[in-house]
DNA sequence: AGACTGATTGGCT
DNA sequence: GCCAATCAGTCTT
């Protein structure tokens, strides 16, 4: 039975992060480039980071100009640089003061953050970007199923020690 | 004003 | 497994 193709709203993030990384699995990416094109990517890995207290989320150390946009209402982008060369997507989740996060750790057959930034074109312009209303990046519904996924440890936290480490707040979808 | 670090990636040992 | 690339944000002086 056909199902009507619709942008995400903001409702849909503003719940636990931990409900919406993986629910974001299989759901459409689109991103209308600057040249006028639009491409279409499935999001196929996730990863939850949540609250202050969580040490592996950049917001367990506050509120900082860089942090800022985690402590907004769920359905926004938060971007930032890393490494000196990769922007890095995530979309804000929750309510207001509870600052999380869903970073996109693979679309399509392109798996790692770095890459995902890049071929997304993303740069600090994006970073506030509403999802529910913007013109260049937004998330849709599928007519799929609900996908299945398996959950893993995040990567690239070490520095964060236990229980972070080793929390199963990685998703990724499975066949 | 200067030093350090990192939610990565790709290349080399 | 190790390490360089490369720089904004953050912390220290």
């Known amino acids: ?37 639009t491409m279409q990517f499935s999001i ?9 207290e969580d040490l592996a989320c950049h917001a367990s ?20 640089f890393i490494y000196g060369m990769y922007w ?6 929750s309510h207001k003061e509870y600052p999380c996060a869903v970073l996109i750790r693979g679309i399509d057959n ?4 770095g890459k995902v930034g890049k071929m ?4 600090k312009s994006f970073y506030g970007e509403n999802l529910a209303t913007s013109t260049r990046l937004w998330v849709e519904t599928t007519k799929n199923e609900p996908q ?7 990567i690239g936290i070490h520095y964060a020690g236990e229980p972070w480490v080793s929390l199963p707040w990685r998703f990724r979808i499975v066949n």
């Open 61 to 80: 150390k506050g509120r900082t100009p860089r942090t800022e946009v985690m402590y907004m209402d769920g359905g926004v982008v938060y971007v930032y």
């Open 88 to 93: 890095m997507l995530n979309f804000v989740t």
């Open 110 to 113: 392109i798996f790692g953050p």
């Open 44 to 52: 196929t890995e996730t990863e939850a980071y949540r609250g202050e």
């Open 148 to 154: 299945k996924y398996i959950a893993h440890p995040r």
């Open 1 to 37: 039975m056909y199902k009507p193709v619709k942008r995400l709203s903001a409702e849909f993030f503003r719940c636990d992060v931990l409900e919406v990384a993986p629910a974001l699995l299989g759901k459409t990416l689109v991103r209308h480039y600057p040249d006028g094109n």
């Open 120 to 123: 997304l074109q993303l740069d």
